[in-house]
């Protein structure tokens, strides 16, 4: 089995900045692509960030030029360094990785979500 444990969120004043992780465990032998989707109240789950292997990033224009992900191949990790923080941010964010190959199959998989509040 594999499962992605999330870690970093909290809260922020605006303005502020913080760090999102997120690893994945099992027995994992390669990760097509690994991103970052939130979801704010009352609102659809809607991509943030997303990183292949090959390092192809894609990012939601709303967070465009303030938030950057990156990832440890080695570690099967990959983060969110989110700066320049708005209120409009505040969500739950969710950590997936997509197209795992694992030693017992493969699949797509979803992190429990870690809240981030962006408020004075």
């Known amino acids: ?5 999330e870690s970093g969120g909290g ?18 032998l ?12 009352g609102k659809q789950r809607e991509l943030v960030a997303t990183l ?4 192809s990033t894609n990012y939601a224009d709303s967070v465009k030029g303030r938030f950057t992900i990156s990832r ?3 570690k099967n990790t990959v983060y ?8 409009e941010d505040t969500a739950v964010y969710y950590c997936n990785a997509d197209g795992v190959v694992y030693k017992l ?16």
């Open 52 to 55: 292949t292997s090959g390092g």
């Open 105 to 120: 199959g493969f699949g797509d998989y979803w992190g429990q979500g870690t809240q981030v509040t962006v408020s004075s």
């Open 11 to 28: 809260l922020v004043q605006p303005g502020g900045s913080l760090r999102l992780s997120c690893a994945a465990s099992g027995t994992i």
């Open 30 to 41: 390669s990760i097509n692509a690994m991103g970052w989707y939130r979801q704010a109240p």
């Open 80 to 87: 969110l360094q989110m700066n320049s923080l708005k209120p």
């Open 72 to 74: 440890d191949n080695a």
């Open 1 to 5: 089995q594999v499962q992605l444990v």
